[in-house]
């Protein structure tokens, strides 16, 4: 199993192609897991829109919760996401068996949430896993189950390289990873930049 470097304490991308944007991350450790702590602000397909989200992680990088406020042209949203770490969710304190199997989240405005499957897999060269996700839409905070594939690719020099598919949205792509197990360079969507 692949281990990773501790965390960084702060991260940042600067979204483009698909969107026009940043997003800053605040991490932090204790025994118990990490928090992040994070910011996104872009416009895409004619719309501006803000993130602010919080996420709590267990050691092993499962998602334990995330709570999330968005700003658009639709207004200002909310959403609180439990997750019971066996593939239970809770959307705003409702049961919501539609994500049951899913272990990770994923934000459509953040390039940091690839980092949680991947860290958590802790893939070898040559090994894939399916690694569904609760999907948090960016504009209105709806949520979805997104079918995600991860399979891990040779390195490139010092860098770790995964296959990520999600076969819903048609989608897929190289995502270059660091020591920490943090998107570098996710094409088309993000570059890492600090």
């Known amino acids: ?40 602000a872009a416009f895409e397909g004619g719309e501006a829109w803000a993130i602010d989200y919080v996420i709590t992680l267990d050691r092993g990088w499962l998602t ?29 304190g409702a049961p919501a068996p539609e994500l049951d199997g899913c272990l990770d989240l994923d934000l459509e405005a953040s390039a940091l949430t690839n980092a949680f499957p991947v860290r958590r897999l802790g893939l070898e060269v040559g090994q894939r896993a399916e690694a569904p996700a609760a999907w948090v839409r960016a504009l209105e905070l709806g949520v979805e189950r997104l079918a995600q594939r991860y399979a891990r690719l040779e390195d490139d020099t010092k860098h770790l390289r995964y296959d990520y598919t999600a076969p819903d949205l048609d989608f897929r792509s190289v995502l270059v990873c660091d020591e920490h197990g943090l998107v570098l360079d996710y094409p088309g969507l993000a570059v890492r930049i600090a």
């Not at 940042?12 to 990490?34: C, M």
């Not at 406020?69 to 770490?85: K, W």
């Open 64 to 92: 334990q919760s995330a709570r999330t406020e968005g700003h658009s042209a639709t207004g200002r949203h909310e959403l609180t996401l439990e997750a019971d770490g066996a593939g239970g969710w809770t959307i705003n």
């Open 1 to 40: 199993m692949t281990t990773f470097s501790d965390p960084p304490r702060t991260a940042a991308w600067q979204h483009q192609n698909a969107r026009t944007g940043f997003e800053v991350v605040f991490l932090s450790s204790d025994d118990d897991g990490y928090r992040v702590e994070g910011h996104t």
